[in-house]
């Protein structure tokens, strides 16, 4: 791994950002970490198997806390180099990005506060913002002892919301023990006649996952009705297409996404969305 730049300080965050394939949101997300209120911290981008539009979108900033680590792919969501590049960060505090998601500005200012008064871990509210525009907030308090347990059998808040002292990560086996939570869009539209098209796309890619379309019944519960493939995109992300018919009454659909990857990963579920009565 090429060297992390030597300063006469070390920065209060290190913030570990990986990505593999999407220069176009990355560059945002970019932005999105240097526009922090709170400015000391160092950005550890970790290129796992990255192309040139990569690099380019790296070096289109002028940013001397920037550190690219250019390195082959590696499994997963490049979860190897994200733990080398831990082991290597020279922040007190530890700060995990994404190349597809945003932070608010005062992201670090705020959740720094909490580390300072002994919080080991902390996170923010992650919010989807999907395809058709809608903001989807996903609530989640892991000081509610009730929600502990749903937690720890499969944790769906994205990375990105996370910080936590150097002593609260633990590092085994060359891959961070963490799990990545897959977001669901899903959208509707007209064929012809009695049929709609369900499409929709997840992140990020989920190349040996599946898709469950599921149909609620007048009792409220929920059963699946088609299963497809996932299809590649570019972004890192992946897309499904189902087609249903219009019955005599308004359905309620839902997409549940299902890995196959060895836990890497976690099951996400889209918005729930009515198709009308013919």
Same mark, same amino acid.
């Given at each position: 791994?090429?060297?992390?730049?030597?300063?006469?300080? $070390?920065?209060?965050?290190?913030?570990?950002?990986?990505?593999?394939? $999407?220069?176009?949101?990355?560059?945002?997300?970019?932005?999105?970490?240097?526009?922090?209120?709170?400015?000391?911290f160092e950005l550890?981008?970790?290129?796992?198997?990255?192309?040139?539009?990569?690099?380019?979108?790296?070096?289109?900033?002028?940013?001397?806390?920037?550190?690219?680590?250019?390195?082959p792919k590696a499994?997963?969501? +490049?979860?190897?180099?994200?733990?080398?590049?831990?082991?290597?960060?020279?922040?007190?505090?530890?700060?995990?990005?994404?190349?597809?998601?945003?932070?608010?500005?005062?992201?670090?200012?705020?959740? +720094?506060?909490?580390?300072?008064? +002994?919080?080991?871990?902390?996170?923010?509210?992650?919010?989807?913002?999907?395809?058709?525009?809608?903001?989807?907030?996903?609530?989640?308090?892991?000081?509610?002892?009730?929600?502990?347990?749903?937690?720890?059998?499969?944790?769906?808040?994205?990375?990105?919301?996370?910080?936590?002292?150097?002593?609260?990560?633990?590092?085994?086996?060359?891959?961070?023990?963490?799990?990545?939570?897959?977001?669901?869009?899903?959208?509707?539209?007209?064929?012809?006649?009695?049929?709609?098209?369900?499409?929709?796309?997840?992140?990020?890619?989920?190349?040996?996952?599946?898709?469950?379309?599921?149909?609620?019944?007048?009792?409220?519960?929920?059963?699946?009705? $088609?299963?497809?493939?996932?299809?590649?995109?570019?972004?890192?992300?992946?897309?499904?297409?189902?087609?249903?018919?219009?019955?005599?009454? $308004?359905?309620?659909?839902?997409?549940?996404?299902?890995?196959?990857?060895?836990?890497?990963?976690?099951?996400?579920?889209?918005?729930?969305?009515?198709?009308?009565?013919?």
């Open positions: 791994m090429p060297g992390l730049p030597a300063t006469d300080r $070390a920065p209060r965050w290190s913030v570990v950002l990986p990505t593999h394939d $999407a220069p176009d949101t990355l560059s945002v997300s970019i932005a999105s970490v240097l526009a922090q209120t709170d400015d000391d550890l981008v970790i290129g796992d198997g990255i192309a040139d539009a990569t690099r380019a979108s790296v070096a289109g900033f002028d940013d001397a806390r920037i550190q690219l680590l250019d390195l499994a997963g969501y +490049g979860y190897a180099h994200r733990a080398s590049a831990i082991r290597s960060a020279r922040g007190r505090d530890l700060a995990f990005a994404s190349d597809d998601d945003l932070w608010a500005p005062d992201h670090l200012e705020r959740l +720094g506060v909490l580390l300072s008064a +002994g919080v080991a871990l902390a996170h923010s509210r992650s919010t989807w913002l999907l395809p058709d525009g809608h903001l989807v907030p996903i609530p989640f308090d892991l000081s509610d002892p009730a929600l502990r347990p749903r937690f720890e059998r499969g944790n769906y808040i994205p990375s990105t919301c996370f910080v936590a002292t150097r002593t609260a990560v633990v590092v085994v086996s060359g891959v961070t023990t963490a799990n990545v939570a897959v977001k669901v869009g899903l959208k509707t539209q007209r064929v012809s006649g009695s049929r709609i098209r369900l499409t929709g796309a997840t992140w990020p890619d989920v190349p040996a996952g599946r898709a469950s379309l599921q149909r609620q019944s007048r009792s409220g519960r929920w059963g699946p009705v $088609a299963r497809t493939n996932l299809s590649p995109l570019p972004g890192g992300r992946s897309r499904y297409s189902f087609v249903v018919r219009k019955r005599s009454r $308004a359905m309620n659909y839902r997409v549940v996404v299902v890995p196959n990857d060895g836990g890497a990963h976690v099951s996400g579920h889209s918005r729930v969305v009515a198709v009308r009565s013919r």
